[in-house]
């Protein structure tokens, strides 16, 4: 949300096993929960406010235009890897029409599970993922579109 409706002048960020829309979150749980979400026309509605795929071209547009790394977990089977790379192609053709193509990556993690870190729990289909190997991705992204001045501020923030 802070990508679609803040002011807040992003000029990095990385995205981790996340969610890229409304419908994408009320799915996986749907799926979780064993339960069936009813959606009416203003809930639909609502639901396009957050959906990365469909406001691709609202977040290019945006003043910086934000440099994006997407971190998707090959082993994430809560969310899976098709929305993050529709979202991905989406954000990088967007881009791309404005010269920028390389401000957006996607880098699909070996064996990074939906949960991650120290107490993520993990099952013997999804072992846990080299905690140093995704904090290196996301410190050299950062690293890459930051000025060290830049850094230490949204580190303090």
Do not use: C
């Not at 959606?39 to 396009?48: G, I, M, T, V």
């Not at 990556?105 to 991650?116: E, W, Y």
């Amino acid at each position: 949300m802070s990508l679609l409706e803040s002011d807040v002048p992003v000029r990095a960020a990385v995205i981790v096993n996340a969610p890229l829309s409304v419908a994408q979150n009320v799915e996986n749980w749907e799926h979780t929960l064993g339960l069936h979400f009813q959606w009416d026309e203003a809930s639909r509605l609502a639901a396009l406010r957050y959906d990365v795929d469909r406001q691709a071209g609202k977040i290019a547009e945006r003043q910086p235009q934000p440099a994006l790394l997407l971190l998707q977990g090959e082993a994430d089977k809560s969310l899976g890897l098709e929305p993050a790379r529709r979202a991905y192609a989406r954000l990088r053709s967007t881009y791309a029409r404005r010269g920028q193509a390389a401000l957006v990556q996607l880098k699909v993690v070996p064996r990074l599970g939906h949960q991650f870190g120290p107490d993520a729990k993990t099952s013997p289909s999804a072992p846990p993922s080299d905690a140093t190997e995704l904090a290196a991705l996301i410190e050299q992204w950062f690293q890459k579109f930051l000025t060290p001045a830049q850094t230490r501020a949204s580190i303090k923030a």
